[in-house]
């Protein structure tokens, strides 16, 4: 017994000769670095199954605080979009969503940057089908989920239904008629910038809220010029061979700006494209690796 008292006492002299040091290298660290490891949801349930709500909680609360935290000391939504662990992100709120599957800010978050900077669309799409299973009264999630199909995958015949029922859940015509008319006459830019307004007037973390800013400020730029291509089209009877055709016949009284760095240009079958392919890149332009502007254009 005396020697086993012996042990014991060692160990905890050599636990807290170790854990002084440790606790102030991780003090000094950037919070950006402290995400951390998750453990499994399985094991998170096995060990803690009166906990789950809080355990839950408590890693969405990580993620937000990490993602959060990239934007500090940067210039915005673009070094947080630069420096994210994505995969890491992702991981985490799986597994606080699987502990938790009624807690909104996990989906919320999910879609507000996972899906826009990460192009998980699919995986987003199955974890709000997941949601709906639970948040059986919610709107929200078959409206995202909706939207998804319908801009993302290019799935309207599954977009439909999924916008009629969050006008079921909502008491509101208005995704009674986004399943109509967004899907079958109006433009999927309009549609895109409709669903980001929408997110963005719930955000409530300051980094997610600033970003989709931005993107909702590309989006309407990218708007005003397919408006304009459609008047000079109407009135010409063809496409204006590239931007700089809108500009000197007045249909658009500036040149458009992408606030992401990068040009805007019509591709091959007059759609309206930027090379940032609405993407921060390191240096702040376009995007790494987008296409070059056509000459015609600059």
């Known amino acids: 017994m005396k020697r086993y008292v012996v042990s014991a006492t060692c160990v905890l002299v050599v636990y807290l000769i170790i854990l002084g040091p440790f606790t102030r290298a991780m003090e000094q660290k950037p919070y950006a670095l402290k995400l951390g490891i998750i453990p499994h949801p399985t094991v998170l349930q096995v060990l803690f199954p009166d906990y789950q709500e809080l355990l839950g909680a408590n890693i969405l609360g990580r993620i937000v605080l990490y993602y959060g935290s990239l934007g500090d000391d940067a210039a915005g939504p673009r070094m947080v979009q630069l420096a994210a662990d994505y995969p890491a992100m992702s991981r985490a709120l799986h597994a606080a ?16 940057i996972l899906v826009w900077d990460v ?6 799409t199955e974890l709000l089908e997941y949601g709906m299973q639970y948040r059986t009264w919610d709107w929200q999630l078959p409206f995202f989920a909706a939207f998804n199909n319908a801009y993302f995958l290019k799935d309207r ?8 029922r969050a006008g079921e859940l909502s008491g509101s015509t208005l995704f009674k ?34 970003t989709l800013q931005v993107r909702i400020a590309a989006f309407k730029t990218v708007l005003a010029v397919e408006q304009a291509r459609d008047r000079f089209a109407k009135r010409y009877g063809s496409l204006p061979a590239n931007i700089d055709a809108l500009v000197r016949t007045g249909y658009l009284k500036a040149w458009p700006v992408d606030p992401y760095g990068g040009e805007f240009y019509f ?4 759609q309206v494209v930027t090379t940032s392919k609405f993407a921060f890149s390191a240096d702040g332009r376009s995007a790494a690796g987008g296409p070059t502007v056509p000459s015609s254009d600059k």
């Open 119 to 124: 192009g998980q669309y699919r995986l987003a």
């Open 157 to 164: 015949a599954a977009a439909a239904p999924l916008y009629m």
């Open 267 to 270: 591709n091959e079958i007059g």
């Open 177 to 210: 008629s986004l399943a109509g008319r967004y899907l079958q006459e109006a433009g999927e830019t309009e549609m895109a910038l409709d669903y980001l307004q929408a997110l963005e007037q719930d955000a409530r973390t300051p980094a997610v809220k600033e």
């Open 97 to 112: 969503l699987r502990l938790d599957p009624y807690n909104m800010d996990g989906y919320y978050f999910g879609q507000s």
